[in-house]
């Protein structure tokens, strides 16, 4: 069969190099892609109608999406009446994480162990003569109610955005001041009269579980943990991801067990009751609090950077358990795992997670490439040279039966690569 991956991140490059193993697969390309990634189609990737044409035209087999905004934006049905087989959920299963609050309201509905909360929508306005003022009113009023929130947890607490923010619109809390300016953050990026919850705050160890969902069966990956701060020791601005490593060595069958019957199961139901016909990726954030998990949020896709820890690790074919997902055939699947750890350390741009430049001469990836995995993320090609390209360039990843290994030979290869004001995390894989 023929693959195409949509996108050009390092979540797609690892995607890439693991399907291209597939005996299944005759030929994989990437729509978007980056300079690291062969077989990359120069295409614009929020280009519904050239995205159809491609795959029309060279006859994909199946598409597989690697973000979530087309699969929010409804590309699903949008590709229905061709023959290339979307692998991803349709824009009403994407609800799961392009609204927060519909999230937590489906949680909830359906008994799944999450944090309470408390929902800032902004109220229909049906005056017949509404003038501008009763709109900033309205919004003022949302704003007043959310100190009184703030007031009563003291601030601590965690402020979410509702839409689709790449991983930064979350605020985790500790006083009444970090809380203000998490609200005029989130007002500046996203607008005065945002919608947006308040959610009590978990204080645990995070652990990203993620694998496929075809609405009736859960297969999951390993246990893996996404390093989200920007500095060490948890410290600074929330990123997409500084880091990643699996399996999570503190994850173990009580856990397991508290997942699969306060997480996993209600979820499968609450998609039955609802009629929400998933098949593709699922992501679950928890937070591990008193020897329980909690969820904090879905994900309708694999997560970036734990997708290129976990495929690292999945000794299983990939594609044959997207098949397996795509055809309702989930059941029948088992997945194994390397018996070793996998570490991923994420290089970005000064700047990061704000404002960076772009442009910049990247060297030492051949070198680099000799001592690990090397993924690519914000990277360009011009005139045969790699230059940045994003917030975060790229990933080392490295693998060993030893946690401490894997981190060292994640960490040889991130010396060897050199940027003009290039930053890493120097603690992936502590705990």
Not at 227 to 238: C, F, H, R, S
Not at 357 to 367: K, S, W
Request: with cysteine; hydrophobic share 40%; aromatic share 8%.
């Amino acid at each position: 069969m023929k693959v195409a991956i949509l996108g050009g991140g390092g979540r797609e490059h690892a995607l890439y190099w693991k399907i291209k193993q597939s005996p299944l697969v005759k030929k994989v390309v990437v729509l978007g892609g980056n300079a690291l990634m062969k077989n990359s189609i120069a295409i614009d990737g929020n280009n519904l109608e050239a995205i159809k044409n491609y795959c029309d035209t060279q006859a994909v087999d199946y598409l597989i999406v690697g973000s979530e905004t087309l699969l929010a934006a409804g590309i699903v049905a949008y590709m229905a009446a061709t023959k290339t087989f979307v692998f991803g959920v349709n824009a009403r299963a994407a609800r799961l994480e392009s609204s927060k609050l519909f999230a937590k309201q489906f949680m909830t509905k359906y008994g799944v162990s999450t944090a309470d909360f408390e929902p800032f929508e902004n109220a229909p306005n049906n005056a017949p003569n509404n003038a501008d003022n009763n709109v900033e009113n309205d919004a003022q009023s949302n704003q007043e109610k959310a100190q009184k929130s703030i007031e009563a947890k003291q601030g601590n607490l965690v402020i979410k955005y509702d839409g689709l923010a790449g991983g930064k619109g979350v605020w985790v809390c500790d006083s009444i001041a970090e809380s203000n300016k998490a609200l005029d953050e989130m007002e500046a990026r996203y607008g005065k009269k945002c919608p947006f919850l308040i959610e009590d705050k978990i204080v645990g160890q995070e652990v990203s579980l993620m694998g496929f969902c075809d609405g009736k069966t859960i297969r999951l990956l390993q246990p893996s943990v996404d390093y989200k701060p920007l500095l060490e020791d948890d410290k600074g601005a929330n990123t997409g991801g500084m880091g990643a490593v699996c399996p999570a060595p503190f994850w173990n069958e009580a856990l397991q067990k508290s997942f699969d019957e306060t997480i996993a199961q209600p979820t499968l139901k609450g998609m039955a009751a609802e009629q929400i016909d998933y098949q593709g990726f699922i992501y679950f954030g928890a937070i591990i609090a008193n020897n329980q998990v909690f969820l904090l949020e879905y994900n309708v896709r694999l997560g970036d950077p734990e997708t290129q820890v976990l495929l690292v690790n999945l000794k299983s074919d990939l594609m044959a358990g997207i098949v397996a997902c795509a055809t309702g055939k989930l059941n029948e699947v088992q997945l194994d795992f390397e018996s070793s750890y996998a570490v991923a350390v994420a290089q970005v741009s000064s700047g990061y997670p704000a404002t960076y430049p772009t442009g910049l001469l990247i060297e030492g990836i051949p070198e680099a490439i000799q001592k690990s995995l090397v993924f690519g993320a914000g990277i360009k090609r011009v005139h045969q040279e790699c230059q940045t390209n994003g917030g975060r360039v790229l990933y080392t990843v490295g693998q060993d039966e030893l946690l401490e290994r894997a981190i060292q030979k994640a960490y040889a290869a991130a010396q060897e690569i050199k940027f003009e004001g290039q930053f890493y995390r120097k603690d992936i894989g502590s705990f």
